[in-house]
């Protein structure tokens, strides 16, 4: 008869934390900080697979770690936002609520299920003014900590929080904050403990701008990225757009059925010609010549 081993509880959740850890490590870093027009959010990512994605109007997701494990937590946050929209209001959509989700199906899955996610998550909501803006760092155990104006996550997340600790300025402007975020997730990952420089095509940038009415969400990729990355001012217009913006309405578009518009100018002698031909020959009628008798 097999003898199954004894683990103590607090072995196996030490276990837990430690595979969990080394497979966020694996993952390249993300930073989120604040700035004078909004918060920044900055993913090192060469791939297509996005790592920063919309969640609602004014709040923003961010994950480093196991792609298909935060982005099916995206996609329930997406849904549980839509759901909460619809059927209260827009503004009852907050960061606080998604966070208290995450943090609750997190710690449902570190706890009650052998393995555990290797996902590190921060949900930012921008808000009318800079005391107003929300960051919430979500662990992979549902642990949830409000963060002060900036953030970073994955396997160095620690040496890369340092740096911006000492730099972080919450009235900078869009280029300082970049160039900032872009240094931060540079000073790591070197060979030799060397800095490295990342190009455009190594970053995933995007910006919840406070300045925008309705869906503050705007990703900034391409020459827009490149002139930032330059030290060069981008207009607001150009700095890019969201993912899946609402088709524009269609032009000259009928508001008046056609069919509706010819029954009310006809009037009951001109019904159409309906006694001509051969369709207006009932059963049981002679459609020739009528017959003497």
Do not use: W
């Not at 276990?15 to 918060?39: F, H, M, N």
């Not at 943090?103 to 005391?131: D, H, M, N, R, W």
Request: aromatic letters at 6%.
């Amino acid at each position: 008869m097999a003898m199954q081993f004894y683990a103590s509880p607090e072995q196996v959740q030490r276990d837990r934390s430690e595979y969990a850890r080394k497979g966020i490590a694996r993952g390249r870093s993300a930073v989120v900080l604040t700035y004078e027009g909004g918060i920044l959010l900055v993913a090192e990512n060469i791939t297509t697979l996005r790592k920063i994605s919309e969640i609602y109007d004014k709040i923003a997701f961010a994950a480093v770690g196991r792609y298909n494990e935060f982005e099916a937590l995206r996609r329930g946050g997406v849904r549980m936002a839509d759901m909460v929209g619809l059927s209260y209001d827009r503004r009852d959509v907050t960061a606080r609520a998604l966070a208290n989700t995450y943090t609750q199906t997190l710690g449902a899955i570190f706890s009650e299920t052998q393995k555990p996610y290797e996902v590190e998550i921060c949900v930012a909501q921008v808000g009318a003014s800079a005391e107003q803006d929300e960051l919430y760092r979500i662990t992979y155990d549902g642990s949830v900590m409000d963060e002060p104006g900036f953030m970073a996550m994955g396997g160095q997340a620690e040496a890369i929080a340092n740096m911006l600790r000492e730099r972080h300025d919450g009235a900078a402007d869009l280029t300082t904050a970049l160039t900032l975020a872009r240094e931060a997730l540079g000073s790591v990952g070197g060979e030799n403990g060397q800095t490295r420089t990342l190009e455009a095509k190594q970053l995933e940038v995007a910006v919840l701008d406070r300045r925008r009415q309705g869906r503050a969400f705007r990703r900034i990729a391409g020459a827009s990225l490149t002139s930032l990355l330059g030290h060069e001012s981008v207009a607001e217009a150009d700095l890019g757009d969201v993912d899946s913006a609402p088709p524009a309405p269609a032009e000259a578009k009928p508001t008046i059925s056609a069919a509706s518009a010819d029954k009310e100018s006809a009037g009951p002698a001109s019904a159409g010609p309906a006694s001509s031909g051969p369709a207006s020959s009932g059963p049981g009628k002679n459609s020739g010549p009528e017959k003497k008798k």
